[in-house]
């Protein structure tokens, strides 16, 4: 459902329909991309109420902004999660948690090499696969491949309803195979056509970090586990953190809408907010907790 992109619908009348909607589909939550790429990333997932950001990687103007243009109240934001310490996930953080209040689920890791200065009254750490709830939403991270300190992904969970946020990410590991098969809407890095980086100006090292078990995924990468893994009631996909100057967004656009088979297909644009997806829950699909069977062993390649 795409109320704000109803021509002429004024902000007031964006969050009145969306109230609508929401009491129309109560299982139901609201995702858009405030923006996707290199250059920033920042994501927001909400229910009726309450609200988190995964990562603020642009400026606290610029989300400010977005979401005004959106319809959506700043308000509800609760909680910022971050995925890891590069400048793309938290350039907007310090100052969006301070002038807000927000409190900042960081690990001590993540916390250390940002270097940023958060209050400390509003920091915590969390800890893979241990849900966090904020509100009426469930937040759990997972261990992922990317050449940071100690980069997590996220699934939040809400009104029986699962959303996935997996961009960074230098291998599909069988975690995010796991929570991928659950999303009714996913998040996920598309970041490089193979051919373009190979045939690209980046030097040697750089093209090796990109396409390395540590880098980011390739286009190839997302469709296959997108045609492998994603479950009959996934009704959006969300391609994010595509690369400027190593991709293409039409060519990712044709590329998965010849496999979507229903999926709604959107292009998180590195420019700009996407429209606000309303993704619910239309079968009731049963989300009681799956945990993943991890041994240590696992866990610690995971980390290698
Ligand atoms: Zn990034
Ligand atoms: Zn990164």
Redesign the pocket.
Known sequence: MFINNIAGVTNKRKLKLRKIVFFAFPMSLFITSLNSGSNGNCYYVGNETEAILIDAGISCSEIEKRMKRLGLNIQKVKAVFIS?E?T??ISGLQTLSKKYNLPVYITHATHGYSRLKLQKNLVTSFTAHQPVTVGNLSITAFPKF?D?ADPYSFVVSGNQTKVGVFT?IGTPCENLIHHFKQCHAAFLESNYDVTMLENGRYPYFLKKRISGDKGHLSNKQALELFTMHRPSFMSHLLLSHLSKNNNCPKLVQQLFNEHADGVKIIIASRYEETAVYHIHNSDNTDLSIKPLLTTSSQLSFAFA
């Open positions: 890891h590069h793309d996930h990317h940071a960074d």
